[in-house]
């Protein structure tokens, strides 16, 4: 049986043809032929555990592939110190270790054990001072970077000279080729170029979109507030509709729903679409209540576009709800006020009354 380093020996001589992703490698075991019967009776766990092995030799092939293609455009692969790098200033992912990315903890093993496989890319960091002191800023390969500081190893890396542009043009590819990026991390990926000060068609082509999914993934961007989408991550499950309706709950919660339930154990110890689904459900659940009262729906109250209070009737009652966001000592400001503006409140009916 071939060992690793016969196999990525092959590869680099070009024998093995070329796969697409990150991740790690097995040996896939050479398996005597089967009588007919006994395939039939293969489970499909047997067929998921060839699917993988195959896949693995396919990663290993595109990481030989990608290798060789950095030796033969002559470019030198070093050894940086991973705290001396730096993340690109367009974030596009929000996994963060393991909290975010279930894969991150396979990628941690794999280069425990075999070492980092295929080389970063950075660029000397644009700031003088901080180039000078030997930093650079990462164009792709963060996970990489994030798992070789957790486990104190230096950095394989190509240093390039990179422009603005340059640098999310090789992101967005990167990102494509390997672990592709969830809606909200692409919608947050978009509005951060845009913010930056590219134009959309630099935005597009990072992105790989045309100009109409560029407007949906922006219009989410800017429903969603990032505090929020920090506190979730990917949600690799949650596609865009999804992102909307939460949006829309976010804009009505004006009793701080969204902020207990992203505080509390049980969101933090979920994993990202687990996280977003508490969310969401809490939101819907607290939205119900307040429903279509008299033919209206609850009033929300804003004052400088900022939600102050909400009205929500139910049968004789009216109850005035004022959340923590509208600002320390405001409930009590008005609890002290409102005697005094029922006095208003009863003499302008008087006088009403008194005209009619």
């Known amino acids: 049986m071939n ?4 196999r990525l020996r092959s590869l680099f001589a070009g024998n093995t043809p070329d796969g697409a992703g990150e991740g790690t490698g097995a040996n896939p075991p050479s398996a005597p032929a089967l009588p007919e019967a006994s395939a039939r009776r293969s489970t499909s766990t047997a067929v998921k555990a060839m699917g993988l092995s195959l896949g693995n030799l396919s990663v290993e092939a595109q990481e030989a592939r990608r290798l060789r293609e950095m030796l033969a455009a002559g470019e030198t692969v070093v050894e940086l110190d991973a705290t001396k790098l730096e993340r690109s200033p367009y974030v596009d992912r929000l996994s963060e270790g393991a909290q ?3 894969d991150f903890a396979t990628l941690l093993e794999s280069m425990r054990e075999h070492g980092q496989q295929v080389p970063v890319l950075v660029r000397p960091h644009p700031d003088a001072e901080k180039a000078a002191r030997g930093i650079y800023q990462i164009a792709y390969g963060h996970r990489r970077v994030q798992a070789a500081r957790e486990l104190g190893i230096p950095v394989k890396a190509v240093v390039r000279e990179l422009t603005d542009t340059d640098l999310v043009l090789a992101q967005g590819k990167e990102n494509a080729e390997r672990r592709s990026l969830s809606f909200i991390e692409r919608a947050f990926f978009a509005k951060s170029l845009i913010d930056h000060g590219f134009d959309r068609a630099t935005a597009q082509a990072a992105l790989a979109v045309h100009k109409s ?7 989410v961007a800017e429903t969603v507030p990032l505090k929020v989408v920090r506190a979730i991550g990917p949600a690799p499950k949650a596609g865009r509709p999804r992102w909307l309706a939460l949006g829309a709950l976010l804009e009505n919660d004006v009793a701080g729903f969204a902020e207990m339930e992203m505080a509390s154990d049980a969101f933090r110890q979920a994993d990202s679409d687990a996280r977003f689904q508490r969310l969401f459900k809490r939101l819907e659940a607290s939205a119900k209540p307040r429903g279509i009262i008299k ?9 400088n576009g900022k939600p102050i209070a909400e009205l929500t009737r139910a049968g004789n009652a009216t109850r005035l709800t004022i959340p923590d966001s509208a600002g ?4 009590d400001y008005l609890g002290s006020r409102l005697p005094e503006i029922y006095r208003d409140f009863e ?3 008087g006088g009403e009354a008194g005209e009619a």
């Open 3 to 6: 060992t690793r380093k016969d």
């Open 100 to 102: 975010n990315d279930e």
């Open 213 to 219: 999914e560029m407007s949906r993934l922006l219009q």
């Open 295 to 303: 033919g209206k729906a609850a009033q929300s109250i804003k004052a």
């Open 328 to 331: 320390s000592g405001f409930a």
């Open 347 to 349: 003499q302008q009916k």
